[in-house]
Nanobody, 124 residues
Framework: QVQLVESGGGLVQAGGSLRLACAAS????????MGWFRQAPGKAREFVAAVSVSGGRPSYADSVQHRFTISRDNAKNTVYLEMNSLKPEDTAVYYC?????????????????WGQGTQVTVSS
């Protein structure tokens, strides 16, 4: 069993930056794909970014491409999401997830373990 705990959310003005972290415990996630998703009120959970075991060629949603960066520190069993140039439409609860595969995926149903989420609010 894997436990994921997100941190780093908060309130920021438009154009600002935040860095989210997702710390895993209970089992190593260094050999699994990791992803970030978000869910705004009244909307479905959507893909944000994902990274495979190697960390190379991560995937991003079009809406965050060139603004967000996903990275992982396998030694710390942690994945990060650096968010820059934040917009009010980025406001959501952000979740990290891991799956039983070395590869990343953009589909929420392909992930097996989820964190409890961290709130990101971007004011205009």
């Amino acid at each position: 069993q894997v436990q994921l705990v997100e941190s780093g959310g908060g309130l920021v003005q438009a154009g600002g930056s935040l860095r989210l972290a997702c710390a895993a415990s209970g089992r190593t996630v260094s050999n699994t794909g990791m992803g970030w998703f978000r869910q705004a009120p009244g909307k479905a959970r959507e893909f944000v970014a994902a990274v495979s075991v190697s960390g190379g060629r991560p995937s991003y949603a079009d809406s965050v491409q060139h603004r967000f960066t996903i990275s992982r520190d396998n030694a710390k069993n942690t994945v990060y999401l650096e968010m820059n140039s934040l917009k009010p439409e980025d406001t959501a609860v952000y979740y990290c997830a891991t799956r039983r595969s070395a590869y990343c995926s953009t589909w929420p149903y392909e992930y097996n373990y989820w964190g409890q989420g961290t709130q990101v609010t971007v004011s205009s």
